[in-house]
């Protein structure tokens, strides 16, 4: 079996490793609590986990702003990045050289999230290490286990309750006994692109799921914010097109959507709460965001990899990419 595969299926554990390293931050660093203000960068997976963060962080009443490590250094100018009091810098790696600039790009005190001891983590002024180290080249389960740590933070210094982190790691094992029905999926329909569509948090996981279909399938994939998507973008979208809408709550507006790519031809893959009409759907647990939103990544990481694999492409070896990038 691939190592990817069994990394994918560790997504329980991953949020228990996760709820165990926030406790561990917070015995470290006593009652350190995360300020209103936060700047979040990483690189790939990483960066799309920083916008999640951001949101995350805006969604309770503070200002989170993301940006890939490479604009923040080079472009920093053009972003409405405001006066962050601290700047949350990830890197499953710790040692992606960009990520190690950007630490040392700001004047503010520094948090660095990794599933390594490494470089960032003895940089930053603290270290959130989540024990979630991976043979993968491309990030899986330590992607949602890095946004439940972070989330926990969140609630914890915003005087939210915290997450149950056992029940959460129960309803993402259910999410993964969808695992033959993803892998039916392409097996039946042989689809020749993809557009994930997500609106608010949901946004930075479809991308963060076209890149895992780049990544793992070397395949074409798009991402856009999900009513967006008729303005133009739908063009491409015929009968080789998968139409992947991650929704929690699903309204009519989505079920109207579900029908218009079925109109030109696409199928639909839905993925929340309840179905919107579509041709396949995966039911999630009611767990609105930001709480449920990791529970979408275990379904669109199945659905990249069992493409790959398909396609013949070894998803633990994926093409021109290395585990770490440095340069
Ligand atoms: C960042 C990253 C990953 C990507 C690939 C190459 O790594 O770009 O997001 O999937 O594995 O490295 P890191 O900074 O999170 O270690």
Redesign the pocket.
């Known amino acids: 079996m691939h190592k990817t595969l069994e990394e994918i299926r560790k997504l329980p554990e991953g949020i228990l490793k996760a709820q165990k390293a926030f406790e561990a931050f917070r015995v470290k660093y006593g009652d350190f609590k995360l300020p209103r203000e936060i700047l979040f960068t990483?690189?790939?997976?990483?960066h799309f986990l920083s916008q999640l963060l951001a949101m995350a962080t805006t969604h309770l009443g503070g200002r989170g702003v993301a940006l890939p490590c490479s604009e923040l250094l080079y472009s920093r100018g053009y972003y409405p990045i405001g006066n962050p009091e601290l700047l949350v810098a990830?890197?499953?790696?710790g040692e992606?050289t960009e990520?190690l600039k950007a630490l040392e790009s700001m004047n503010v005190p520094k948090l660095g999230i990794a599933a390594y001891t490494s470089t960032l983590l003895e940089k930053a002024d603290y270290g959130l290490l989540v024990d979630t180290p991976e043979d993968s080249?491309?990030?899986t389960h330590s992607f949602p286990a890095f946004l439940f740590a972070f989330q926990q933070l969140l609630n914890w210094s915003f005087g939210r309750p915290l997450y149950d982190a056992e029940r959460l790691s129960g309803l993402s094992r259910e999410v993964l006994k969808n695992e033959d029905y993803i892998s039916g999926i392409v097996e039946e329909f042989d689809f020749r692109n993809v557009i994930f569509l997500g609106s608010g948090m949901l946004y930075p996981v479809a991308l963060e799921a076209a890149l895992k279909m780049k990544?793992m399938a070397i395949f074409w994939s798009e991402a856009y914010q999900t009513f967006e998507v008729r303005h133009g973008f739908k063009s491409v979208a015929d009968d080789k097109t998968l139409v992947v809408l991650l929704v929690n709550e699903p309204f009519d507006w989505h079920d109207k959507l579900t029908s218009e790519f079925q109109g030109q031809g696409a199928k639909v893959l839905t993925v929340g709460e309840r179905d919107t009409g579509a041709d396949y759907f995966v039911r999630l647990p009611e767990l609105h965001p930001p709480e449920g939103v990791l529970l979408h990544l275990p379904v669109i990481q199945l659905l990249s990899y069992y493409k790959a694999v398909k396609r013949g492409f070894n998803p633990d070896a994926p093409r021109f990419?290395?585990?770490?990038?440095t340069w």
């Open positions: 990483g690189c790939g997976s990483s990830i890197s499953r790696s992606t990520a080249v491309v990030m990544e990419l290395s585990k770490v990038v």
